[in-house]
């Protein structure tokens, strides 16, 4: 599907292949893969722009063809919206990139991925840019988002709110204001910066000093399943699939998973977070593919199950 | 016939949804409540005059961080 | 329904895959409309159910109801896929396998082409049918939002006397509704006391919102309305034009023509007044909101100059 959409912007048949490159899942091995294909291009490892152009060249080259566009299409009438301006600017990076760097459709979005914040002013999991002097990003009550987003982590993950107040020393009354302010500043803030932050300290798990020693009750057996999810891409996307077809049978996924499988919907969303980091800074559609194509048969599967334990779906004796 | 299968699916959906567990367990509706906390370490009340923080008696520290502007509770309410 | 078969019995020596394709349409269709029953049958046992179990869910956040909600729609997605499913292998693969085998060129792959655009269009219909079930079991999680705001209101009218300091005993009125926790200090002895809100009080921010919006919805309305009228102002000049297309009537040219410069004159004015009305409905949206959680008016103020951007 991807290679539908965005096949035609490359326009070169034999650059399609790599695609079909066995399945990657490490972050060294895709640096060493996307390298050796490319050998004849070289990426500045922070804006992935080639290392044989400038930047502001190619600022300028897309501003060039995208005005003259503009102009023509205000010179036969048409009434442009800031919306379409944008539009055409978007469009025409990604031609210049994909022809400047003679370049796939994966590394051109990793390219928008690593350049979201510059030209779309929205951050992008995985490629978080801070400015030190964001007011989104001044504590509130001495607590930094990190450390808001531990505690989160705590509770959700079952701990009583009382408890994790107590460990960092204040009282509730303190945690309820963190708990309206930061989530206010997630909706005020159209960068999306805290709330792709928040995102990244979920992914990682963040924990502070005064909250190390709260730890939500983990058997053993959901111990070694948190460590598998963590590291088999195929196991998490397994019990994703099988939470949502949980939800569509009228069982709340998060209580399931923590009853089959002793993973808690903090660890969950965290890992998920994680998964998700790690494909938006390595992007390559292939494998996303084969894991969605995994994640459906599986929910499939589990969806069949939880059926057959409800007495079938109501259509099932409607046949061709 | 038809029917009976569409009933009795949904009444298997209904019986399964009650009798599950909510996920972080029931939630308790609670009345409005007024509490005060003297200070653990001198026994002595929290004045308004001396801000939130830290007991104004002998220092006990109510509150480990530095209050800024927030919904309810503003910077004024650190105590000195 | 299959008119169109009849009409090419008359034709010399049909091809014998025709039998196929009509036997494929004949059973897609039957199975469509035996899972539309079945959605029919489903959505309307499952209606007035989940209505009753919202009214009678007590956990606070209606979880019960919700889940019983998801098992529904999950039903409803199941009968879908089966659908989808169904139309990739008996339809589509039958149309490609032919269409493999058949050329363009040859008089009967009219034929083909034909049962491929009835087969997709009797599909549209089903997914229709789809959207307005789905639809209607979405409505079902409206709840009058007043009717909660008045008990919220009731509570605090209730109480707000009742509190005295832990420390001296005075009263202390409860001058507000407060959202969250917070710090309320004596007027006699200046005792900071904490004050929780009831779980009633702590859950008017969770509906503000949308009582708000149930409120605003009629400027909604208006301003959705006007914003639809430009594609169908464009579409009656679009139809007169095509309708002078043979005409010579001078007469006849000069009144269309008038009707035609009216309708884009509509237009205009429909392109400008739309962003002027959707601007007071989130005007009143805002203000309502504000209304009912003044302690968020602040944040909720930032929002609507974004929203006003966006």
């Known amino acids: 599907m991807f290679k539908k959409l965005f096949g035609s912007l490359t326009g070169d048949n034999k650059q399609e292949n790599q695609n079909y490159e066995p399945v990657q899942t490490s972050n060294d ?99 978080v840019k801070v400015d030190d002097n964001n007011p989104f990003l001044e504590p509130v009550h001495g607590v930094d988002l990190r450390t808001y987003t531990a505690m989160c982590l705590k509770i959700s993950a079952g701990i009583d709110y009382l408890e994790v107040c107590k460990a960092m ?55 070694a399943n948190l460590e598998r999810i963590k590291t088999d891409r195929y196991f998490y996307e397994e019990l994703a699939g099988a939470r949502q077809a949980a939800y569509e049978y009228g069982i709340d996924g998060a209580q399931w998973i923590l009853e089959n499988f002793g993973i808690n919907l903090a660890d969950f969303q965290s890992v998920a977070m994680q998964w998700m980091t ?27 199950k939880f059926a057959a334990e409800q007495g079938g779906n109501i259509a099932d004796d409607v046949n061709f | 016939m038809e029917e009976k299968k569409v009933n009795s699916f949904l009444d298997k959906l209904k019986q399964k949804a009650q009798n599950q567990t909510n996920y972080g367990g029931e939630f308790e509706i609670s009345e409005a409540k007024m509490n005060a906390k003297d200070c653990p370490n001198c026994g002595a009340g929290r004045a308004k005059q001396d801000g939130l923080t830290n007991c104004a008696y002998c220092g006990f520290e109510f509150i480990n961080v530095k209050l800024t502007d927030g919904v309810y509770i503003k910077k004024e309410d650190n105590s000195l | 329904m299959f008119g169109l078969f009849h009409k090419q019995k008359d034709e010399e020596a049909l091809p014998e895959w025709y039998s ?16 539309e029953t079945k959605m029919e049958e489903f959505a309307t046992a499952a209606i007035p159910e989940l209505k009753e179990i919202l009214q009678g869910d007590d956990d606070f956040y209606k979880r019960t ?101 832990t420390q001296c005993g005075g009263a202390i009125a409860i001058k507000k509704i407060f959202l969250i926790e917070t710090y309320i200090s004596c007027p006699y002895c200046q005792t900071q006391n904490t004050f929780a809100p009831s779980s009633l009080a702590r859950n008017l921010q969770n509906i503000a919102k949308e009582l708000a919006e149930q409120r605003t919805a009629h400027l909604l309305a208006e301003f959705e ?46 392109i400008q007044n739309a962003p002027k ?34």
């Not at chain 1, 930047?55 to 063809?65: G, L, P, T």
């Not at chain 3, 196929?20 to 199975?31: G, T, V």
């Not at chain 3, 002078?244 to 429909?270: G, P, W």
């Open chain 1, 29 to 127: 091995n895709h640096e060493d893969n996307y390298e050796n294909d490319y050998q004849e291009v070289e990426y500045d490892p922070e804006t992935l722009h080639g290392t044989h152009y400038t930047v502001e060249d190619f600022d300028a080259e897309v501003a060039e063809r995208a005005e003259a566009w503009i102009a023509d299409e205000r010179a036969s009438g048409e009434n442009l919206e800031e919306k379409d301006i944008q539009n055409i600017y978007f469009n025409y990076r990604r031609a210049v990139y994909t022809e400047w760097n003679n370049c796939d459709s994966d590394q051109m979005i990793r390219f928008e991925h690593a350049n979201s914040l510059k030209y779309s002013g929205i951050q992008t999991s995985g490629f």
């Open chain 1, 169 to 223: 020393g204040f009282e509730p009354a303190i945690w309820e204001e963190l708990n309206t302010i930061w989530p206010q500043r997630m909706g005020e803030d159209t960068s999306f910066t805290v709330t792709t932050l928040f995102g990244q300290y979920y992914a990682e798990n963040v924990t502070v000093p005064q909250l190390e020693n709260l730890k939500a009750e983990i058997s053993e057996e959901g111990a």
């Open chain 1, 278 to 304: 790690e494909q938006n800074q390595n992007w390559n559609s292939e494998d996303i593919i084969t894991f969605s194509d995994y994640q459906q048969e599986k929910q499939k599967e589990y969806a069949a």
């Open chain 3, 20 to 35: 196929e394709l009509q036997e494929a349409q004949e059973r897609w269709f039957s199975f469509l409309e035996k899972l």
């Open chain 3, 65 to 165: 109801f919700h889940r019983i909600y998801s098992g529904v729609n999950g039903q409803l997605n199941n009968i879908r896929e089966k659908a989808r499913d169904t139309y990739e292998e008996k339809i589509n693969n039958l149309y490609y396998n032919l269409n493999a085998q058949i050329s363009v060129l040859s008089k009967h792959h009219h034929l083909l082409s034909d049962f491929r655009g009835a087969c997709s269009d009797r599909y549209n219909q089903f997914e229709n049918q789809y959207n307005y079930w789905r639809k209607q079991i979405d409505k079902t999680q409206e709840r009058d939002l007043e009717i909660e705001y008045q008990k919220i209101l009731d509570n605090y009218e209730t109480t707000k006397n009742k509190f005295s300091c």
């Open chain 3, 225 to 270: 309305r006007e914003k639809d009228k430009e594609r169908q102002l464009y579409h009656q000049r679009h139809e007169l034009s095509l309708s002078i297309i043979h005409e010579s009537d001078k007469r006849i040219l000069n009144e269309v023509q008038t009707k035609m410069k009216d309708l884009e004159e509509q237009r205009q004015f429909a």
């Open chain 3, 277 to 310: 009305l959707r601007q007071i409905y989130l005007r009143a949206l805002y203000d309502e909101w504000n209304k009912i959680t003044p302690d968020l008016k602040e944040h909720n103020e930032k929002m609507y100059q974004n929203q006003l951007n966006y």
